[in-house]
């Protein structure tokens, strides 16, 4: 299927280049293109395209304003661009909140520098997301998760709810030391709901790997560190893993954890030129398989690809528990798919439903 897109920039030099990038495709075909918010919402009702391009600051609408107003008359998956700014990152997170699919920094350096890198990108996850338009368009455009919660981190208390789909027998509780969530494509509204639904008094140390530039991962960490009752932030060379405490790998490197019992730190290392994902979730995974391999609950999230997987099995045969989202929740059904069909998921849950399982299940 060819993958109908509408560019929206107020860059008329943005747009030009864009769209030559895209028309460079035979997956892909641009149909429109706008240079405010106003006019992308019009020419979507027009055009109908599969895919929008979106530009975050314009003039007349913004990219948010518009995003939300797109999902909330005729739901569409957006592509945003940011700028690699710490506001920048905060709008793009603004902005998948909103109901956007997806964002690719907005670097004009790269895009002058690394032409042919940065279109095979651009292309990829263009096509990828037009051919998962039909779940992204179940999904309306969210409100925040949580608001933000006292410093004192407030104890809550989590109803129980329903698995839909178990593949296997639960093991017990108390069997587990370590959470490990993996994520990508919507993986930053999806931590969202997952974290914000754990307490206070959670009693595991998290560690958490979601496909982020590096000049992003700080930012989100403190988003939803605000958002939560446990603390998370970004995870820092020599770290110790704390219960209640969530650390994110930053963007561009790698997080190993090592040690054992109540002494597992991190071990954050740059990555390798030949590495697809920076960070990785296979390398943190395998990391814990060699030192907690009967005791780690691993959860795989909405995303392109299959990172996780690998280290997902390893942890499986060692005797760990990995769960996996399903379907018709997933932003992309990439990442748990592959565990799905890997054989290896205990549960395939909704992403409503992980919080409660977690809880209960810890």
């Given at each position: 299927m060819t993958v109908k897109v509408l560019v929206v920039d107020d860059s008329g030099f943005f747009r030009r280049r864009v769209i030559e990038m895209l028309?460079?495709?035979?997956?892909?075909?641009?149909?429109g293109q706008a240079a405010d918010g106003r006019e992308a919402i019009k020419k979507t009702q027009e055009l109908k395209p599969d895919v929008i391009t979106m530009d975050i600051e314009m003039p007349v609408m913004d990219g948010i304003t518009s995003v939300r107003r797109i999902m909330a008359i005729q739901p569409t998956p957006i592509l945003m661009f940011s700028s690699l700014t710490h506001e920048g990152a905060q709008s793009t997170f603004s902005a998948l909140e909103a109901g956007a699919v997806d964002y690719l920094p907005k670097d004009f350096h790269e895009l002058s520098s690394k032409p042919e890198e940065i279109t095979r990108i651009l292309c990829s996850r263009v096509w990828s997301i037009g051919n998962h338009g039909s779940s992204v368009k179940k999904r309306p455009a969210s409100a925040p998760v949580a608001s933000t919660v006292s410093a004192t981190k407030r104890t809550s208390t989590v109803a129980p709810s329903t698995v839909k789909t178990i593949t296997s027998p639960s093991r017990s509780k108390g069997h587990y030391k370590i959470l490990a969530i993996g994520s990508s494509t919507g993986g930053p509204v999806a931590l969202q709901e997952v974290l914000t639904k754990l307490p206070a008094n959670f009693s595991l140390p998290i560690v958490l790997v979601q496909h982020m530039p590096?000049?992003?991962?700080?930012?989100?960490?403190?988003?939803?560190?605000?958002m939560s009752k446990i603390e998370i932030r970004e995870a820092k060379n020599g770290d110790q893993l704390k219960p209640?405490?969530?650390?994110?790998?930053?963007?561009g490197k790698q997080m190993l954890i090592e040690g054992r019992g109540n002494m597992m730190r991190v071990r954050i290392q740059e990555s390798d030129p030949g590495q697809n994902y920076?960070?990785?979730?296979?390398?943190?995974?395998?990391?814990?398989?060699?030192?907690?391999?009967?005791?780690?609950?691993?959860?795989?999230?909405?995303?392109?690809?299959?990172d996780g997987r690998e280290g997902a099995k390893l942890l499986q045969q060692g005797g760990s528990t990995i769960w996996a989202q399903d379907k018709e929740s997933s932003v992309i059904y990439g990442m748990p798919m592959a565990i799905a069909e890997a054989g290896i998921a205990e549960k395939i849950l909704p992403l409503s439903e992980f919080g409660t399982q977690i809880v209960s299940h810890v």
């Open positions: 028309n460079g495709d035979s997956r892909i075909e641009v149909v590096g000049s992003f991962t700080e930012a989100f960490a403190n988003r939803l560190n605000q209640g405490l969530a650390l994110l790998a930053p963007g920076k960070p990785c979730v296979d390398l943190t995974f395998n990391s814990i398989a060699k030192i907690m391999p009967a005791n780690t609950l691993a959860i795989i999230l909405t995303g392109m690809g299959a």
